[in-house]
């Protein structure tokens, strides 16, 4: 689901090890459509939307990947 969300496979390793928080995964994940926003202009009820739906997605998995335990613990071993 997050790859899905971010539509990059290497933004959500990224967050999925912690190497990335959620929101500078949603500003990679936007990036170019934040260049076609630049160039074109922003449609209203759009892009906006997608903005917000996108660091929902993004911000609810990351909270759900911190709360597991630690890889290789034994309380992941039940998982």
């Not at 959620?22 to 997608?50: F, I, K």
């Amino acid at each position: 689901m997050l790859s899905g969300s971010c539509k990059s496979l290497v933004l959500a390793l990224a967050v999925l090890r912690g190497r990335m928080g959620a929101e500078e995964a949603c500003v990679a994940a936007r990036l170019a459509e934040q260049h076609q926003v630049e160039e074109w202009g922003e449609v209203e009820a759009g892009h906006d939307l997608d903005r917000a739906d996108l660091q929902v997605r993004v911000s609810a998995a990351s909270a759900f990947l911190r709360l597991l335990p630690p890889p290789g613990s034994p309380a992941r071993a039940d998982l």
